[in-house]
């Protein structure tokens, strides 16, 4: 039995008899789930529960949380150059007590410093029992929502390790769209190389593209190359999307004589990290292949936060401040700002709760209806008629069905998304106009803007411990990791259960309750 992430599905209260599903099995209830349905309109209570790979858990059975907790231990064991070839540990040369390796002079580790995490050490995944699955935000195992123990790897340094520094060779690349923070995290992997000992350390160009681009040549990278790059935006070693075949990314590796490779991009370059991890496995690699998420949308599985997200939506204030200060200012002023986010609104939801201007919240989780009593540009009538302005935010990915599909994808296999906030334009515009209502709509699309900036603290301090347990978890041994921030704690995860499918805004959560609550917006179905 495995626990496939998250898929969700959206319930609602019925008058008859129905179904609840959980992990595939039917019990008897009032509440039905069946498959999100973005151009569905009926005012429904949403409710969540969890699927699965296979739907074969017998809840009647009295070991079925056993069962549950074996598997789950399975699947979120981290792969280890040990499984395929045989690698001694040797004491660690990482060390904050002192200059040098805290060795005794027979080669055995001093106990006098506590800076390590044990190999043992665990961090759990889900830390809120819910009493019902009708509860806010609930996910649930079984029908009785049954508190489960869900233990996942703590991220750190260990006292062995399985690489002798002084022979590493580790590379760098940055993969996907720009992030604010990517210069910290390679900062941060440069920094604590060299803390272990490693002195030759390699940046890899444009992404996947620098492994075969013959005109693209490895960039040295050391404290003294990187020490200032964290104070720009951008990528230091550049980026680009897609790659090569990845058999022959793995002959770049071996022909460079690469020991590491950590991978900074989203969900589609873990993927192809993951597939570099089993093809370096196949062929009995002595390489570990380490990721870091970097995503601006948050919107990878299981963890809490990823880099630039914060830094994105303090940019997004300036946006939606400006167009505050142009609908207040104009008559029957309409201010429009579409912000990142194709399939997840996180950045939309934030930005709206944390401006608390923002009138109506759209976001691709949560379907909506332009024209009709309960439709946006109704409620925006209501806006102009009572405040005599409003102000807009909407996600990019948000009401994709209003427009025409091109079927046309980008570099990264991502389907080139058609631009609503052009479309809420003219709408606006036209139906004001119809009804005979002045208005003055100002449109804003920040998106580059967001994505180029520095870090702000925040995420800088979160690319700081993303860098560093990167490099720890690689000089463990481990292969085909990624790293992050799990109910606060940072931990390491297989690639594959992070990749599942993206994380959505629940709209049963609490925070996007929050945000309903502070626009005032109603529901437009």
Known sequence: MALAQPMDYAGSISSGQKHLRYFGVHTSSRLQCVGHDRKSRTNQLVVRAVSVDHPQLDFSNPNWKKQFQEDFDKRFSLPHLRDVIDVEPRPTTFSLKSRTPLENVNGSMQESWNGYVNDDDRALLKVLKFASPTSAGAVCIDPDCSWVEQWVHRAGPRKQIYFEPQYVKAGIVTCGGLCPGLNDVIRQIVLTLEKYGVKNIVGIQHGFRGFFEDHLSEVPLSRHVVQNINLAGGSFLGVSR?????????????????????????NGTHAGANAIHEEC????????????????????LLM??????DTAVEAAQRAINSAYIEAHSAFHGIGLVKLMGRSSGFITMHASLSSGQVDICLIPEVPFTLDGPNGVLRHLEHLIETKGFALVCVAEGAGQEYLQKSNATDASGNMVLGDIGVHLQHKIKSHFK?????????????TYMLRAVRANASDAILCTVLGQNAVHGAFAGFSGITTGVCNTHNVYLPIPEVIKTTRFVDPNSRMWHRCLTSTGQPDFH
Do not use: E, W
């Open 434 to 446: 119809n009804i005979g209502v002045h208005s003055d709509v100002k449109y804003i699309d920040p």
């Open 242 to 266: 897609g790659g090569a075949n990845v058999s022959d990314i793995v002959d770049s590796i071996q022909a460079r004589r690469l020991d590491m490779l950590f991978v900074l991009g989203g």
């Open 304 to 309: 809490d936060k990823t880099f630039g997200f």
């Open 281 to 300: 496995r196949k062929r009995k690699l002595q390489v570990s292949i380490v990721g870091v998420p970097k995503t601006i949308d948050n919107d990878i």
